[in-house]
């Protein structure tokens, strides 16, 4: 396999803890000059946004030290695995990190390693059946400032250990009966160490091994093997896993002739206004309250993919929220902060109309012309495109004023106003319906002006933009807004339902009327509706005579005002 730096054109960006301990051991020459990295996901559900922030740091740190990272399934709990959720995984990292020069492994392959070190730690006299229930091992091992009780079972002997783990084995034992667990101190202060479990019964048929096994390893003691067999030398975990790190390494000293990788641990990814609990988010797809894993207001990879986010957004800000050693919480408008300033750049302007009302132009000769404009004023070289116009024309009603405030430089009576890239033109009468309601103005155009300019020199301050009434491409907008309408789960009551702290508006379906060259549109290129904000075509609804375009994000931060 080629290195990453090889493949792909991006590497983590910042200085932090971890990049300070990767060169300080390269500097020693430790693990060979060698940087292995693995980013391992548990297969029960889709990538969100907080797994982002461990993709970009596992990934992107091999790619700045010229080593390698390994998609690496933590499949150790077959009754909550799917293969829907894997072959999901997959396509997210592919598309995250822009290749698949990646190994994709398994724990599921190791698990006889895993199991033939079980049985020796039983031999060492270190491991022992307990046939004591779950809630009972919980309630021996007690509290961090209390010692833990021992099992009754703790001292059964090391022949009667291996015939009770076989039995085990051999399904002579229901689920739940029995546990294999480690014996190492009852009266640590660190509750982990306190005889964790090693092995539980479960008789579910697993993706890859089938029903080959009916025992299978709890994850503190898969984790270290598994890193342990890919030679990883910096196993980088959240920080909910650093009171595990002694779990860790005691599992691995037991067998020195092992590789022993070294585990670090980072800042969770937490987002205002947004779930990041795998079991809520479960729970909002089965209960239909979204789409699916997809839906764009879903903070996952696949959620914000279809909304129109991008991976190098995505990466700019997990590595602006950096790699510390203390969690907190950023603000939403912090992530879509780095999204509008790439999709600024990048994105062609198009014109599109949501509350249309319509101007005819009484004195335009002829049937309809095409006027240029330009793509995209902060890139140049993104040239012009051709748009047609004519007599009949869209414009949005929220643009027009019959009484205008002083300040007003859009259309009203009398007013001689800018068609952006075409002409300027002259509200001469006002049309009402018998309830009063304005539809229709009459204007008045200069021939002179095309391209919105006056040869005479005369200036116009305002510009608005317009649609051919003609060519326009009538279609459905969605204007997705977070879903929590809290900023925090943490602040709702714990006798309350989360679920009733969900944002009503976090879906509102609009139509609108845009330029005809929407009509190319393909999913994952980005537009700027001018004034309305940045959308792409929906990948799963839309269809050749049904288009449907989601908004990506607003033009402004929104969030932040209204916190203020």
């Given at each position: 396999?080629?290195?990453?730096?090889d493949?792909?054109?991006?590497?983590?960006?910042?200085?932090?803890?971890?990049t300070?301990i990767?060169?300080?051991?390269?500097?020693?020459?430790?693990?060979?000059?060698?940087?292995v990295?693995?980013?391992?996901?548990?297969?029960?559900?889709?990538?969100?946004?907080?797994?982002?922030?461990?993709l970009?740091?596992?990934?992107?740190?091999?790619?700045?030290?010229?080593?390698?990272?390994n998609?690496r399934?933590?499949?150790?709990?077959?009754?909550?695995?799917?293969?829907?959720?894997?072959?999901?995984?997959?396509?997210?990292?592919k598309?995250?990190v822009?290749?698949?020069?990646?190994?994709i492994l398994w724990?599921?392959?190791?698990?006889?390693?895993?199991?033939?070190?079980a049985?020796?730690?039983?031999?060492?006299?270190k491991?022992?059946v307990?046939?004591?229930?779950?809630?009972?091992?919980?309630?021996?091992?007690?509290a961090?400032?209390?010692?833990?009780t021992p099992?009754p079972?703790?001292?059964?002997?090391?022949?009667?250990?291996?015939?009770?783990?076989?039995?085990?084995?051999?399904?002579?034992?229901?689920?739940?009966?029995?546990?294999?667990?480690?014996?190492?101190?009852?009266?640590?202060?660190?509750?982990?160490?306190?005889?964790?479990?090693?092995?539980?019964?479960?008789?579910?048929?697993?993706?890859n091994?089938g029903?080959?096994w009916?025992?299978?390893?709890?994850?503190?003691?898969?984790?270290?093997?598994e890193?342990?067999?890919?030679?990883?030398?910096?196993?980088?975990?959240?920080?909910?896993?650093?009171n595990?790190?002694p779990?860790?390494?005691?599992?691995?000293?037991?067998?020195?002739?092992?590789?022993h990788?070294?585990?670090?641990?980072?800042n969770k990814?937490a987002?205002?206004?947004?779930v990041?609990?795998?079991?809520k988010?479960?729970?909002?797809?089965?209960?239909?309250?979204?789409?699916?894993w997809?839906?764009?207001?879903?903070?996952?990879?696949?959620?914000?993919?279809r909304?129109?986010?991008?991976?190098?957004?995505i990466?700019?800000?997990?590595?602006?929220?950096?790699?510390?050693k203390?969690?907190?919480?950023?603000?939403?408008?912090m992530?879509?902060?780095?999204?509008?300033?790439?999709?600024?750049?990048?994105s062609?302007?198009?014109?599109?109309?949501?509350?249309?009302?319509k101007?005819?132009?009484?004195?335009y000769?002829?049937?309809?012309?095409?006027v240029?404009?330009?793509?995209?004023?902060?890139d140049?070289a993104?040239?012009?495109?051709?748009?047609?116009?004519?007599p009949?024309?869209?414009?949005?009603?929220?643009d027009f004023?019959?009484?205008?405030?002083?300040?007003?430089?859009?259309?009203a009576?009398?007013?001689?106003?800018?068609?952006?890239?075409?002409?300027?033109?002259?509200?001469?009468?006002?049309?009402?319906?018998?309830?009063?309601?304005?539809i229709?103005?009459k204007?008045?155009?200069?021939?002179?002006?095309?391209?919105?300019e006056?040869?005479?020199?005369?200036?116009?301050?305002?510009?608005?933009?317009?649609?051919?009434?003609?060519?326009?491409?009538?279609?459905e907008?969605?204007?997705?807004?977070?879903?929590?309408?809290v900023?925090?789960?943490?602040?709702?009551?714990?006798?309350?339902?989360?679920?009733?702290y969900?944002?009503?508006?976090?879906?509102?379906?609009?139509?609108?009327i845009?330029?005809p060259?929407?009509?190319?549109?393909?999913?994952?290129?980005?537009?700027?509706?001018?004034?309305?904000?940045?959308f792409?075509?929906d990948?799963?609804?839309?269809t050749?005579?049904?288009?449907?375009?989601?908004r990506?994000?607003t033009?402004?931060?929104?969030?932040?005002?209204?916190?203020k």
């Open positions: 396999m080629s290195k990453l730096s493949v792909q054109n991006w590497k983590l960006n910042v200085d932090n803890f971890i300070e990767v060169e300080r051991d390269l500097q020693q020459g430790k693990n060979g000059g060698a940087v990295t693995r980013f391992p996901p548990e297969p029960n559900g889709y990538l969100h946004i907080g797994h982002a922030k461990s970009t740091l596992n990934f992107g740190l091999a790619a700045r030290y010229d080593g390698h990272c998609l399934f933590d499949d150790t709990n077959p009754a909550k695995e799917e293969m829907e959720y894997v072959n999901g995984i997959i396509n997210d990292v598309w995250f822009g290749h698949d020069n990646f190994n724990a599921s392959d190791y698990f006889q390693l895993m199991y033939d070190r049985v020796a730690l039983i031999q060492a006299g491991a022992y307990d046939d004591s229930s779950a809630e009972e091992i919980a309630k021996m091992r007690g961090p400032t209390e010692p833990g099992s079972n703790r001292d059964r002997s090391v022949e009667e250990n291996l015939r009770l783990f076989q039995d085990m084995t051999d399904g002579k034992f229901p689920d739940g009966a029995c546990v294999l667990r480690a014996k190492i101190d009852m009266n640590s202060p660190n509750t982990n160490l306190r005889d964790p479990v090693l092995y539980r019964i479960k008789r579910f048929t697993h993706h091994t029903d080959k009916l025992v299978y390893p709890m994850y503190d003691w898969a984790h270290g093997w890193d342990s067999v890919e030679g990883i030398t910096h196993s980088l975990c959240t920080l909910e896993f650093e595990h790190r779990l860790y390494d005691w599992f691995l000293d037991q067998f020195p002739a092992d590789h990788p070294r585990q670090y641990e980072f990814l987002i205002g206004h947004t990041l609990s795998k079991r988010l479960i729970e909002l797809v089965k209960e239909n309250r979204v789409d699916a997809d839906d764009p207001r879903m903070p996952t990879l696949c959620g914000l993919r909304r129109g986010y991008t991976p190098s957004a990466r700019k800000f997990c590595e602006a929220t950096n790699y510390t203390t969690d907190g919480r950023v603000d939403i408008s992530m879509e902060f780095y999204l509008r300033e790439e999709l600024n750049k990048t062609p302007r198009v014109m599109v109309v949501f509350n249309p009302l101007v005819t132009i009484t004195n000769q002829g049937s309809s012309e095409v240029d404009v330009e793509n995209n004023p902060e140049p993104a040239g012009f495109r051709q748009v047609p116009f004519g009949h024309l869209w414009v949005d009603g929220e004023a019959e009484t205008p405030a002083k300040g007003w430089y859009r259309l009576p009398g007013a001689e106003v800018r068609l952006k890239g075409a002409y300027f033109v002259t509200v001469k009468d006002v049309v009402k319906d018998a309830s009063g309601q304005v229709e103005l204007c008045t155009y200069d021939p002179t002006t095309r391209g919105g006056s040869p005479d020199g005369r200036k116009v301050k305002g510009t608005i933009q317009w649609v051919s009434a003609d060519h326009g491409l009538a279609f907008t969605r204007l997705y807004d977070t879903l929590l309408a900023e925090s789960l943490a602040d709702v009551p714990e006798d309350e339902d989360w679920r009733n969900l944002n009503p508006q976090s879906l509102v379906v609009t139509q609108a845009g330029e060259t929407l009509k190319d549109a393909k999913p994952g290129v980005a537009y700027q509706f001018m004034r309305k904000g940045y792409c075509l990948s799963k609804d839309s050749a005579g049904a288009p449907v375009f989601n990506t994000v033009l402004k931060d929104t969030w932040t005002k209204q916190n």
